[in-house]
């Protein structure tokens, strides 16, 4: 029944989206990938995006690894990581967020986030190349940035009074990211107590009146409703840990978690979706106040790749048409919305109508990494779940 899912999302991903990256990204000038491209792949910003470098070298390792052994892929992920390593990282081990084109530093962010996907990237590639160098920085990186969330004074974020602790969902988010790839190719027991512990963090961001995860709570219990972060619902990000709580569940099975993310998956679609235009919205407030961010009502591509492979991945594992209802629902819009049928990629800015509100393909924030993921991830397991069922 997902067949014709799979050729879509496989034609998609082969003929439209690598070759767009492969033919504008890469600067084989001075090393590294532009992201910031146009809907021709012109660039319009030469900045060097950390955590679209390590998006980037995560992506290409991954098509050489588990897609197609092409030469193409590995030596894109090679140019790109070299320029990461070379250039990424401040004395004191931190990632910074952009770099000049010639590699120098331009912008720091004092949050984890650049350094996560350089991280994953490093793994990756590792695991293509078998670069001992690569895995052990990895290692190291991951652990830098378990510390740098447990105090985030490390990374000059001093700890104000008025200021109470809070569980951000993307921090218990990353975490889980970085601990499920690397007990996919080590046994150190640590990496399994990160993932229980990333599964108790998901059901503190759970709402259970809406079924949705909400973005921040105190870690001291107190109730932040009152501001609109303690109010903030992200469906993107909710249905994305929704998966992700779905592959912690292969290291440690809990089918109370399983069935949670079951309910977080069908909670945020059914909350998140905008019933008289369709799509997902970027953000919400839970409260139906205005929310801080402006661009709240817009459709972005990300959270609508995260739903593809969410639903794919909840239809394999369960059979229950509701699943092949919303996924009907989601992939009808999002190709009728984003993709570019006569450059390639996807758009990634739209209305809250669905039209065009950026013509870019990529920026600071959309590389190759989210639209390429999901679809990888589809057909891997729609032509898993169908050889399991072909198996005598």
């Not at 000049?100 to 590639?125: D, I, N, S």
């Not at 190709?335 to 669905?354: A, L, M, N, Q, S």
Request: charged share 25%; with cysteine.
């Amino acid at each position: 029944m997902l067949a014709s899912y799979a050729a879509r999302y496989r034609a998609n991903l082969e003929n439209s989206v690598i070759p767009f990256w492969l033919q504008h990204s890469l600067d084989r000038e001075y090393g590294g990938q532009f992201t910031c491209l146009d809907r021709d792949g012109s660039i319009y910003d030469t900045k060097k995006y950390m955590w679209l470098q390590g998006r980037a070298v995560w992506t290409f390792s991954r098509l050489y690894n588990e897609f197609d052994h092409r030469q193409e892929f590995l030596d894109a992920a090679t140019l790109i990581c070299q320029f990461m390593r070379r250039y990424g990282r401040d004395p004191q081990g931190r990632v910074y967020f952009s770099l000049t084109r010639e590699g120098e530093p331009y912008f720091y962010q004092r949050k984890p986030y650049a350094a996560v996907f350089y991280m994953l990237g490093l793994l990756e590639y590792a695991r293509a190349t078998g670069d001992q160098g690569c895995f052990d920085e990895a290692v190291e990186v991951f652990w830098q940035i378990d510390r740098w969330i447990r105090n985030p004074v490390l990374l000059d974020r001093p700890t104000l009074v008025g200021s109470p602790p809070v569980s951000s969902l993307a921090n218990v988010m990353v975490l889980a990211s970085m601990a499920i790839e690397l007990a996919r190719v080590s046994d150190d027991p640590r990496y399994i107590q990160v993932i229980r512990d990333a599964m108790d963090g998901v059901l503190r961001h759970y709402d259970p009146q809406r079924r949705i995860l909400v973005e921040y709570v105190a870690l001291d219990g107190r109730d932040l409703r009152a501001w609109p972060e303690g109010r903030l619902f992200s469906p993107g990000h909710s249905i994305e840990v929704a998966w992700f709580l779905l592959h912690m569940l292969e290291f440690v099975p809990d089918e109370d978690r399983r069935r949670l993310a079951f309910d977080v998956l069908e909670g945020s679609l059914e909350y998140g979706w905008d019933h008289e235009y369709g799509g997902l919205y970027y953000c919400m407030d839970t409260a139906g106040k205005p929310t801080l961010q402006l661009e709240s009502t817009m459709k972005l591509w990300w959270p609508h790749t995260e739903a593809i492979y969410a639903l794919v991945l909840a239809y394999t594992l369960t059979g229950e048409e509701r699943w092949l209802r919303w996924l009907e629902q989601v992939d009808d819009y999002a190709f009728r919305t984003f993709v570019d049928p006569v450059h390639g990629e996807w758009f990634g800015y739209c209305d809250r109508r669905g039209d065009l509100a950026l013509t870019s393909k990529g920026g600071n924030y959309k590389g190759f990494f989210h639209v390429p993921r999901a679809l990888l991830f589809s057909v891997q397991r729609i032509e898993s779940a169908s050889l399991a069922e072909n198996r005598p």
